[in-house]
């Protein structure tokens, strides 16, 4: 009897618990700056989230179904790159045009898709830990782009940057296209992790692989199918990044697979595998991309802090959602 | 008889340069970081010409070349040179001053020449020759063009680097330059060297603050940031972002009039080739070299950009 009462309101704290810190995060915003909840501010912050947020989507796969993958970052930068170059050389013949975006676009999502398969045939075929495998890969497209870019920065041609960039700063209805892709990714993303064979057997696997082989769950092809998804959705990300500076260099995508990693965690993803939220995971991007833009927007603390501060809220996002399972 | 003579001399002739040119080969060791980001890009071009540039010059030098990703690479590559290559001369410009300290001063025990570029060490008087640029003038001479571009005064922000020392020196510098003006610095966040940082701390100080006359971008790279934000934003108010180090792109801007980019500050990547030419020539020449050799910064305007334009550098 007791625990029948008691599941309702251990399922809604875990639900609530990223949705409080979220609007606590916009509460205080509002509080400190004016302009916070302004149009422009909120564009913004949705535009600038839609990289993280749209790998991050595909990294809860990956995590539901007990893998990781540390080489996003590093792949997106690589893709960039890749894209920036074939799309330099391709001008000449084909002109300022749609034909030399779509090519770029196509680059991207093929190499972001050949990526994926090749980190998840690896870790399925072979047999390694995903975070050995990745881990090398993340130093190889490192190196890989600051070798393409001769140590400096990659720049897509500058009438064709002009051409390219109202991918990232025009839309519709003043929503820009970025926005519009995070949330076409996010919708789809809950609909398979919800709906679908696939997203049950991500579960299945991350709770108990043995069991999921049991129950006739392909799991070799199930993972690989995760780190491919998440390499197609690095490559949208990519088609996203590149109009916005029209560059890329060793710089570019540093540290994005924490940032995706601590976005699925602090949405309520079980980093050990077995329980995945795609909804979740987008409340997690927006509390990360909220507090660098409020403590940008006001003179709080002292700018060397402003790490201590994100470390100490992800912290307190995650606590304030496992407390309520501690009582289990 | 004759034969022996003709045969001794014979022997002294081929063996002469061989000896003379064993006893002479010297081995120079540069260690500096990997390229990184757009700078460090730049410095590691300008050591490589430079070492391709000696090489050909000196066939009594040899170099060894390493880039290292991070401090504890970098003082496993120093502790090789010593060990399998016996450098006579040690270039370095090192990742963070606290943990090469001591690797420095074993080389430096070991009787080599110690040049140390960018970065001093912790402890004072273990180089004999120290090459670097001027942080302190960095910002200086960017404050002195504010006060000079704004005569009515302005509000202006600034975009900081990593935190570092070589950030606060300038920092320091800039803002003593705009002491007794009307410039007004409405505010400073880390860009971190980076564009895309510096681009969403534009777009934040962007909302923050309706008027900006000017930006102290303090950086190339993070002026690329800094114009892609304001474009975006479609904002007339800001007038000028001025950058600095000397990236090719933005040279050429100032070049050719973009009054966005109407200036930059030097803050020359080619300065470890300074440094490895300099040590090269002590060693060669036997010229007195040991001291400290600080480059300074410049203001790059339409007028002088030609001379700071290497259109075949990375950076």
Known sequence: ?328 | MKHLASGLALAIALSTPALAQEAETRVIGVSIPAATHGWAGGMNYFAQTAVERLEATYPQLDFVLATASDPAKQVNDIEDMVATRKIDALVVLPFESEPLTGPVQNVKASGAWVTVVDRGLAVEGIEDLYVAGDNPGFGRVAGEYFAKALPEGGKIVVLRGIPTTIDNERVEGFQKALEGTNVEILGMEHGNWNRDDSFTVMQDFLSKYPQIDAVWASDDDMAVGVLGAIEAAGREDVKFVLGGAGMKEMVKRVMDGDAMIPADVTYPPAMIATAIEVTAAGLVSGAPVSGQFIIGSVLITPENAANFHYPDSPF
């Open chain 1, 1 to 328: 009897m007791t625990d029948t009462t008691k599941a309702p309101i251990r399922l809604s704290m875990s639900v609530i618990g990223p949705v409080l810190g979220l609007l606590a995060l916009i509460v205080a915003g509002a509080l400190l700056n004016p302009n916070f909840l302004g149009w422009d501010n909120i564009v913004n912050v949705l535009a600038r989230s839609a990289f993280i947020g749209i790998i991050a989507v595909g990294m809860t796969f990956v995590i539901t179904a007990g893998g990781l993958d540390l080489s996003v970052g590093s792949m997106a930068a690589f893709i960039a790159g890749l894209m920036i170059l074939v799309m330099n050389s391709a001008l000449p013949a084909l002109g300022v045009g749609i034909p030399v975006v779509l090519l770029g676009m196509a680059v991207a999502l093929a190499g972001g898709l050949l990526a994926g398969l090749l980190n998840g045939l690896i870790i399925t075929r072979l047999g390694i830990e995903a975070f050995i495998v990745t881990l090398g890969s993340m130093g190889i497209y490192r190196s890989l782009v600051t070798w393409l870019a001769d140590g400096g920065t990659l720049s897509l041609d500058f009438s064709l940057r002009s051409f390219y960039q109202p991918v990232y700063y025009s839309g519709i209805l003043g929503i820009s296209w970025p926005i519009l892709v995070f949330a076409l990714v996010v919708v789809l993303g809950e609909i398979v992790m919800r709906a679908t064979a696939f997203g049950r057997h991500c579960a299945a696997i991350g709770s108990n692989d043995q069991v999921a082989k049991y129950s006739s769950v392909r799991v070799a092809r199930v993972r690989l199918m995760t780190y491919a998804g998440l390499g197609l959705l690095v490559g949208v990300a990519t088609i996203m990044y590149v109009p916005r500076l029209g560059s890329a260099s060793a710089a570019t995508g540093v540290l994005w697979e924490l940032e995706a990693i601590a976005a699925v965690i602090i949405g309520g993803t079980v980093l050990k595998g077995g329980f995945g939220r795609v909804w979740g995971t987008v409340i997690g991007v927006l509390i990360l991309s909220l507090i660098s833009n409020i403590l940008n927007l006001t003179d709080f603390v002292s700018p060397y802090l402003n790490g201590a501060i994100q470390g100490a809220i992800i912290i307190l996002a995650v606590v304030l959602q496992r407390e309520s399972k501690a009582g289990t």
